[in-house]
């Protein structure tokens, strides 16, 4: 079985979607979206799939099975709402919202829905990661009050 998927979002975060999800066996990828129609266009060229500059055009016509929202966090709720009333699950670039009253009103309309709501945080499984939520939760760290990561 294979997903049939979409992209929102043309930027650079996309690029690594659009390249795991054009080699993904289980997916197939059918769509770009980006509100800026030269970027879409163009996009849709390299991966030969549809472009597309609106979201709701989007959902209504290309019969998604999974949406990755790769778009400025202010989008997230908006365009994920949209996903989840059409029934399609989503899965959001980190961070997921602007706040957490943001996140609880995206859980609430999954809920309600029935659809499911996905995080993509690109660094969960390294070594370090794990190493450090471990520690966190054995609570060798203390409060945690932020993190700057800095990968070279």
Not at 40 to 61: G, K, N, S
Not at 84 to 103: L, N, W
Request: with cysteine; charged share 25%; glycine share 6%.
């Amino acid at each position: 079985m294979s997903l049939r998927t979409a992209v929102v979002g043309g930027g650079t975060v996309s690029r690594v979607h659009l390249s795991g999800l054009s080699r993904n066996p289980r997916t197939t990828l059918v769509a770009i979206c980006d509100v800026d129609e030269d970027t879409a266009d163009r996009i849709a060229e390299e991966y030969d799939i549809a472009a597309y500059t609106d979201v709701d055009d989007l959902l209504a016509t290309a019969d998604l099975a999974w949406l990755h929202a790769c778009t400025p966090v202010q989008t997230h709720l908006d365009i994920a709402k949209r996903a989840i009333e059409a029934g399609v699950p989503v899965q959001i670039e980190k961070p997921i919202t602007e706040t957490y009253a943001e996140f609880e009103e995206l859980q609430s309309a999954a809920e309600r829905h029935g659809v499911t709501v996905s995080a993509k945080h690109n660094h969960a499984f390294d070594p370090a990661m794990r190493r450090a939520m471990g520690m966190l939760e054995r609570g060798e760290l203390g409060e945690v009050r932020g993190v700057d990561l800095i990968y070279t």
